[in-house]
């Protein structure tokens, strides 16, 4: 596509228009944390088995994600984003007719494979709709978008929509019959501006070339140590952001007040995903950066524990903003090291969610574990502020960051 200015507003435009695929899978994905307990309660489940629920949209990265990012590479952002939307609305509305574990296990694991297609499709998008040195602004504007699918469904999807539809079960059919509307009006979009056109022609289908990918990828050094921290952020975003509501809720706030504040758990992130990135590009301090969100998270967590009311409203605050500043870090090095750039951002972002989602599984699962053995949450809160701490570490022995 041309960078003029016609050129430039189109690109903007799609962007903003595919972003909706991350709004949509983000309130489909959450909505079964907003409603845990009330999932928990009308299907008889262990806090054991709502961790595994919890998680099992990130478990299924760990075998697909390098997969996917491979084929996105390949096929295209357009038609990868299209068929990812279409999975997951279809897996959201087979879950609004669970009627027990399993069948609501299965449903969402389901839902993991097209979210794959979406995490991994728009940085492709954005790779291929921008120039190396322009990727920034595009690449917050779809983070926001996943932002708010997220806000939506924990402070008006759980304390207005719910109750409205009549619970749980209608407003899953519901939104997952949205995201399939949605998923057909972007496919079609695709089709008129042949967005997967614009792609390199180098970029198919053949052994050589993705083992050659492949064996670039997983031996750079620096990206290896993006992967932990990678695992860190998405063992904080899904332990915390899956569990928060129902940690709330046991301490005596109601559902709604819960899911309040979950969305300033969200809305901290928005404002962390906002700022750091643009202060760390400004200042050339990405290194720095990634150190003091994860210092900022540690101690969000840490509010979170010891805090009474006021103490957990700072924490969460904290702990948000932390994230949020990680977020858009961990997606933005990868095409600005040497030998990575624009043409193997989806493997790369593959590899580090392949790994990373490790950390995105376990997280909430742990905290549902660590629940049932103790009956406490502070032990999977102690977890998550470890991990705080490894991003920091890990962000000292980031050196050659950048081409």
């Not at 932390?322 to 961990?330: A, C, K, N, Q």
């Amino acid at each position: 596509m041309g960078h003029g200015t016609g050129g430039h507003r189109q690109a903007y435009a799609l962007v903003v228009l595919a972003a909706g695929s991350y709004t949509c899978l983000m309130f489909v994905w959450f909505s079964l944390p907003a409603f845990l307990s009330t999932i928990i309660a009308d299907l008889d489940l262990s806090s054991t088995q709502a961790g595994v629920l919890a998680g099992a949209v990130p478990l299924t990265y760990i075998p697909l994600a390098l997969l996917s990012g491979l084929a996105v590479d390949r096929v295209g952002p357009g038609r990868s984003l299209a068929v990812g939307v279409l999975i997951y609305g279809v897996a959201q509305i087979v879950r609004s007719t669970a009627g027990d574990f399993p069948s609501l296990l299965a449903a969402t694991l389901l839902l993991g494979v097209g979210a794959t297609a979406i995490t991994f499709g728009l940085p492709k998008l954005v790779g291929v709709l921008f120039p190396p040195e322009a990727t920034g602004r595009p690449s917050a504007i779809y983070l926001i978008g996943a932002s708010a699918g997220s806000a939506l469904v924990f402070a008006v999807g759980r304390p207005v929509l719910g109750p409205w539809l009549g619970g749980w079960r209608p407003l899953f059919f519901w939104s997952g019959v949205v995201a399939v509307g949605y998923g057909l009006c972007w496919l079609f979009v695709t089709w008129r501006v042949d967005i997967d056109g614009q792609m390199a022609a180098t970029d198919a289908f053949s052994l050589e070339s993705v083992v050659d990918d492949l064996r670039l990828v997983l031996s750079h050094r620096e990206l290896r140590l993006v992967v932990v921290i990678g695992t860190m952020y998405l063992l904080l975003h899904h332990g915390l952001q899956g569990w928060l509501p129902t940690v709330l809720e046991s301490r005596g706030f109601s559902a709604a007040v819960a899911g309040q504040a979950t969305s300033l758990l969200i809305g901290a992130y928005v404002v962390g995903v906002l700022v750091v990135p643009t202060l760390a590009d400004r200042f050339t301090a990405r290194r720095l950066a990634l150190m003091s969100c994860g210092t900022v998270a540690f101690l969000g967590v840490v509010g979170l524990i010891v805090g009474g009311v006021g103490g957990a409203v700072v924490g969460i605050v904290f702990a948000g903003f932390g994230i949020g500043g990680v977020s858009p870090l961990v997606r933005a090095i990868p095409p600005a090291l040497e030998g990575i750039g624009a043409r193997l951002t989806g493997t790369a972002v593959g590899f580090i969610f392949a790994v990373g989602e490790i950390g995105g599984f376990f997280g909430p699962m742990l905290i549902g574990v660590f629940h049932d053995v103790t009956g406490s949450f502070v032990p999977g809160l102690v977890m998550l502020s470890a991990g705080a701490l490894v991003v920091v570490l890990a962000g000292t022995m980031l050196r050659y960051e950048t081409r």
